[in-house]
């Protein structure tokens, strides 16, 4: 399945990537999802501080992921 | 919902708006917070400050603070309206404004609701300075 990704913040900096679609196996979990960011960019690897939202919500390590879902990697937040 | 009132804009915001949103005649008192932008951060010149946000989740997390402001504190209305994109020095990034039957529930209300959208809304700025630029809190 695919999923689409959202880059903000230093993470879009980091990556030079504001918007990414990702092949990702069936029942893949927020979790897998960070496992395989960091592969396809290292440089998170020393940047891990980041909340993770699956269409629009918060979402911890346990959620699971459906196709065509979209994701949001939210770095520390600076608002107001 | 009518006594909740949300906006991200790229548009100037506007005080008298917040103002007139929340102002009722079974209200006491108003408390209103305003952020503006500061001309230092950490002894060094800022220039200027550059908001991004993440348009549609921003709206629903300043929807759900309003929502648990009005649950939790016993206010009548409230607005929080944030701007994006590039501001001056002394611009307004951010307006909050309750209103309540008593002043103390119009503070705490104000107070967790800027306390809170600076915790959860997805809204990131950059501190831009003569010699460079940084994301404001990247690394906590």
Same mark, same amino acid.
């Given at each position: ?29 927020? #979790? ?7 592969e396809k960019y290292p440089q998170l690897n020393s940047y891990n501080t980041y909340a993770v939202a699956v269409n629009e919500s ?23 | ?46 220039? #200027? ?14 929807q759900l603070i309003a929502e648990r402001a009005l649950a939790k504190f016993e206010v009548h209305k409230i607005a929080i309206h ?35 959208? #600076? ?6 700025? #950059? ?14």
């Amino acid at each position: 399945m695919h999923v689409h990704v959202l880059l903000f913040g230093i993470i879009a900096d980091l990556t030079g990537e504001s918007k990414i679609s990702l092949a990702i196996e069936a029942n893949a979990t927020v #979790k897998n999802l960070k496992t395989l960011l960091k592969e396809k960019y290292p440089q998170l690897n020393s940047y891990n501080t980041y909340a993770v939202a699956v269409n629009e919500s918060y979402a911890l390590d346990d959620v699971l992921l459906k196709d065509s879902d979209t994701i949001a990697i939210i770095p520390p937040v600076s608002g107001g | 919902m009518k006594n909740i009132s949300i906006l991200l804009t790229t548009d100037k915001l506007s005080l008298q708006d917040c103002y007139d949103f929340v102002d009722a005649p079974t209200c006491g008192g108003i408390d209103v917070f305003v952020g503006t932008v500061r001309n230092h951060t950490k002894g060094k010149a800022v220039k #200027k400050l550059d908001f991004s946000a993440y348009g549609p989740m921003a709206v629903k997390e300043m929807q759900l603070i309003a929502e648990r402001a009005l649950a939790k504190f016993e206010v009548h209305k409230i607005a929080i309206h944030h701007a994006e994109g590039l501001l001056n020095i002394g611009d307004i990034p951010v307006i909050i404004a309750v209103s309540a039957a008593h002043r103390n529930a119009a503070f705490d209300a104000c107070q967790f609701a800027i306390d809170t959208l #600076k915790d959860t809304v997805p809204i990131w700025k #950059k501190e831009h300075f003569e010699d460079g630029e940084v994301w404001v809190n990247a690394h906590p």
